[in-house]
């Protein structure tokens, strides 16, 4: 009896998904791309439309004959690289692949859109398959190929006009003129001597607190030399403090939104000190899932490649039950937070 193929850019996916559709499916990995630019020669044909010329990626051969043989057996072919341009590359050079096979000519070959491994959302995806995305392919293609003509062209010139080694990119050759202006910047700047004071109080009733220096004599003054600082320091230090006003007053803080990938690399690297590899690989084993013993391999977070706010409505009403189940209704917005 044959079954329904479906093809996924990473293994460590596989058995999660198996476990969401059953024996009806035959789960294969394209482990990542299988067709890129030549890296022996540019690969782009600037003289006809700058029309990329692909290659198969040296040692894929063999994945992409097995994808084929799976899909001369199967029913249907439903691609489900990740939901983003690359993914949507990937599944366009599969489709492109499958169809040069005698068994396949006929045969529909599907799209499938997930954005988290949960049941719920891969069942839905294969249940409503869409068709390839030219558009979002066209946009890799497109990226792919300025990044080969910009790293393929300039960085020869780089080696004979400045350095052997260097390297220009599309995005880091404009990253390192960034970095160069503000260095200038910072060069330029004439440095001016300030001082901050601070005094560590204590009342008759704790807690202790902190007055940050602000007026002297009535007068308000910036402190601009150490001599200054140190006489007031001195003026003052033995006197009584004396608490003029209290102000008490209710501060909102709304809620900060979802990660995206910047968000999330930048919120990394300041509480953990992750580099962006470290984190991205991290989030990547957490959207794959992870082993949670009876419950089996789950997956954790939601694609992290992205950047939009935007929550499915069944995660909000995931989270909001949840939270009035653990926390009480006090915890509960009168309607979710929605984020542009």
């Known amino acids: 009896m044959s079954k329904k193929l479906l093809i996924i850019e990473s293994p460590a996916k596989a058995r999660t998904i198996k476990k969401y559709l059953g024996p009806g499916f035959k789960i294969m990995a394209s482990v990542g791309h299988v067709k890129d630019l030549p890296v022996s020669k540019l690969g782009v044909d600037i003289e006809n439309g700058f029309t990329p010329e692909y290659a198969t990626i040296k040692g894929k051969g063999k994945i992409l004959k097995e994808l084929k043989a799976a899909g001369n057996d199967a029913e249907a072919i439903y691609l489900a ?19 040069k096979g005698t068994g396949h000519r006929d045969k529909r070959i599907f799209r499938v859109l997930f954005n988290e491994l949960t ?14 995305d030219r558009n979002k392919f066209d946009s890799q293609q497109a990226r792919r190929i300025l990044d080969r003509l910009v790293g393929y062209q300039i960085s020869p010139l780089l080696w004979k006009r400045v350095k052997g080694g260097l390297s220009a990119g599309r995005v880091q ?14 060069q330029a700047f004439d440095p001016q001597e300030y001082w901050s004071l601070t005094a560590h109080l204590q009342s008759s009733e ?6 940050r220096f602000f007026k002297y004599n009535g007068k308000k003054m910036d402190l601009q030399k150490e001599e200054e600082t140190l006489r007031i320091v001195s003026e003052v230090k033995d006197l ?33 000190r992750f580099s962006a590899k470290r984190t991205m690989s991290v989030a990547q084993a957490l959207y794959e899932g992870m082993d949670l013993g009876a419950r089996g391999q ?43």
């Open 81 to 99: 690289p990740d939901p983003d341009r690359e993914g949507e590359a990937i599944a366009w050079h599969i489709a492109d692949e499958l169809k």
């Open 240 to 272: 009584p403090f004396k608490v003029s006003q209290v102000t008490k007053k209710k501060t909102r803080k709304n809620a900060p939104p979802p990660f995206t990938t910047s968000l999330l690399q930048q919120e990394a690297f300041r509480r953990l």
């Open 206 to 211: 704790p807690p202790p607190f902190e007055a």
């Open 173 to 186: 050759s404009v990253a390192v003129k960034m970095i160069c202006d503000r260095e200038r910047e910072i």
């Open 298 to 340: 789950v997956g954790l977070i939601t694609y992290m490649r992205t950047d939009s706010f935007r929550l499915s409505d069944d995660a909000v009403s995931e989270a909001r039950t949840l939270i009035q189940k653990n926390f009480g209704k006090d915890y509960l917005p009168e309607t979710p937070n929605r984020f542009k």
């Open 119 to 132: 049941a719920k959302a891969i069942r839905e995806a294969v249940a409503s398959p869409q068709e390839l």
